[in-house]
């Protein structure tokens, strides 16, 4: 079975700093994708950052970064800068045979 | 943003009635899917389609069928609504399935009292 876990419920930033959100997975395929999904208070699902299991290269799209590290099943977002726009819940996904798996999710709260 | 309206938006109603909820899609793509959202467990697969008349089972299936009729239309049914499916519902569509990301609808709330 394909699992994601997501450790932190809850996790807080200073405007304009950095802040890192886990997220590890377990899956027995060779061949899948991993996502960062952002959700506001507005409900809508919005994709953040998307990564290719077979690339070693860490995605990045403007102030959003991962760090995969696929031997350790490991897969966290870093958000620089941070803005009052990213509060919001983040949820990890692995992508297997046509299926998204989901975190827990983690309540990102931004501080002015 | 992708074209995918779920009706309706926000439902309440008894315990033991059914229930359809309704995703309508424009982008013409080959997969859609139902989630419910619920506190503590993110987003769960109810059912899946690849295709016109072509659906298969997700993590969460019990209570619940699907049809698609229609490349755009995908509809779930909760043919004796319970209070243990009072969620958020979303639908999603991806072009190809696999190796896409997929691009979720707005949410339907559905309360059963």
């Known amino acids: 079975a394909q699992t994601v876990t997501q450790s932190q419920p809850e996790m807080s930033v200073q405007e304009a700093e950095t802040v890192t959100l886990s997220c590890t997975y377990d899956t027995s395929e060779s061949d899948y994708y991993l996502f960062w999904y952002k959700q506001p208070p507005s409900r809508q699902m919005i994709l953040v950052i998307r990564?290719?299991?077979?690339?070693?290269q860490n995605a990045t799209e403007n102030r959003f970064s991962v760090n995969f590290q696929k031997a350790a099943k490991s897969f966290s977002l870093k958000i620089s800068d941070s803005q009052l726009g990213d509060a919001a819940m983040y949820f990890c996904a692995l992508e297997y045979g046509n299926k998204l798996v989901f975190g827990a999710g983690t309540i990102l709260r931004v501080k002015s | 943003d992708a074209g995918i309206t779920q009706s309706p938006r926000h439902k309440v109603t008894e315990t033991g009635t059914p229930v359809t909820l309704r995703c309508h899609q424009t982008e013409n793509h080959r997969y859609m899917y139902w989630y419910r959202q619920d506190p503590g467990h993110g987003l769960r697969l109810i059912h899946y389609s690849y295709g016109v008349k072509d659906t298969d089972k997700g993590e969460v299936s019990d209570g619940y069928s699907v049809s698609r009729s229609k490349t755009e239309d995908f509809l779930l049914t909760l043919e004796s609504a319970t209070s243990s499916q009072t969620s958020v519902y979303f639908c999603a569509i991806s072009l190809q399935g696999s190796n896409q990301p997929q691009h979720f609808g707005d949410g339907t709330r559905l309360s059963i009292l």
């Open positions: 990564q290719e299991a077979y690339k070693q």
